[in-house]
């Protein structure tokens, strides 16, 4: 990582960030575990500052991935006798979790039909991004 890397405590204007965030101007904050670089156009993960691709395409591209079973993670809270309980159905239902490969920090998680493609749930207009992000440097 780059020496103009600087961890960031606080929260920002929106109050999305605690002890998290890279405090470089040209970082433009979209999660509080991800941002995009405007002159790259690179995905950051904002906790550690590595670069996770490129920002046209999916950030989870550039992730580690476990699925889980929802069992695992929604244990029945009404007793084991019960044969109905509030976990997804795990034949019906996968836990998808993401991770930045250099510092573990789990940046999503996401519910899927077993087989179904990851979710392109953030799609980033980098020129519009660019030039309201850059105006506010100004």
Same mark, same amino acid.
């Given at each position: +990582?780059?020496? %103009?890397?600087? =961890? @960031?405590?606080?929260? *920002? *204007?929106?109050?999305?960030?605690?002890?998290?965030?890279? *405090? @470089?101007?040209?970082?433009? =904050?979209? %999660?509080?575990?991800?941002?995009? *670089? +405007?002159?790259?156009?690179?995905?950051?993960? @904002?906790?550690?500052?590595?670069e996770l691709g490129d920002a046209t395409e999916s950030y989870k591209r550039g992730l580690l991935v476990n699925e889980r079973d929802p069992d695992e993670v929604h244990r029945p809270l009404i007793g084991e006798e019960y044969k109905y309980t509030y976990a997804p159905d795990s034949d019906w239902c996968r836990l998808i979790e993401y991770y930045c490969p250099s510092c573990a920090t789990q940046v999503e998680t996401e519910y899927l039909p077993p087989g179904h493609p990851p979710a392109n749930d953030i799609q980033p207009d980098i020129d519009w991004l660019r030039e309201h992000h850059m105006e506010d440097d100004e």
């Open positions: +990582m780059s020496e %103009t890397y600087q =961890p @960031r405590s606080g929260v *920002d *204007d929106e109050g999305i960030e605690a002890d998290v965030g890279l *405090d @470089r101007e040209n970082v433009f =904050p979209v %999660t509080p575990y991800l941002g995009i *670089d +405007m002159v790259e156009e690179l995905w950051l993960c @904002r906790k550690c500052g590595e």
